[in-house]
């Protein structure tokens, strides 16, 4: 943590002393993290529901990937620490993936009580499948050394999503 003080360009103990402890300074990334991707989605989503919202949010995390790669490696890194050498970041990491699951849940409920989706569609399932599908994409993104049009892959999964909910 002494480290993390001096490359921000503060002292050694600052982030001990606000923070307490690695895991706790980790939380508060996780956690700032979320809320930065939170204000993107609700910029996103505004008075959306069903279908439109679900464009939306899968929207709003490809634009995020997109405009914020240092804070989305910290966050794939922070991911993978809590299934290695970091577990005490499991539960907060976990927390995060249900917040991002449970916005596209909610949205395939909406759409299933307006007619929009036939009602064969569990929305729990294929929420993990839609958010499972996005960030593989993501992750495509940030890995590969070529150059991904991203406006494509967003316009694509959004029509792939409802090709896969048109015909459930």
């Given amino acids: 943590m002494a480290e993390v003080g001096l490359t921000a360009g503060y002292s050694r103990g600052l982030p001990g002393e606000r923070y307490g402890s ?13 809320d930065l991707f ?10 959306r529901k069903g279908l439109e919202a679900l464009e939306a949010r899968l929207q709003a ?4 990937a997109r405009e914020n790669p240092v804070a989305l490696k910290t966050l794939y890194f ?3 620490e809590s299934m290695t050498v970091s577990p005490d970041l499991r539960d907060e990491v976990m927390a995060l993936e249900a917040y ?6 909610k ?7 307006a ?11 294929y929420g993990v499948l839609i958010l499972g599908t996005t960030r593989g994409v993501i992750q495509q993104m940030m890995v590969s050394q070529q150059n991904i049009d991203m406006h494509w ?13 048109d015909n459930a």
């Fill in 22 to 34: 690695k895991l706790n300074m980790l939380v508060a990334v996780i956690v700032h993290l979320r």
């Fill in 153 to 165: 892959v967003r316009d694509n999964l959004l029509r792939t999503t409802r090709i896969l909910l």
């Fill in 78 to 80: 922070l991911m993978m």
């Fill in 100 to 105: 991002y699951r449970d916005g596209i849940v």
């Fill in 107 to 113: 949205h395939l409920r909406e759409a299933i009580e």
């Fill in 38 to 47: 939170k204000l993107k989605v609700e910029s996103e989503l505004a008075d």
């Fill in 115 to 125: 007619g929009e989706i036939g009602s064969r569609v569990d929305p729990e399932r």
């Fill in 61 to 64: 995390h490809v634009s995020w």
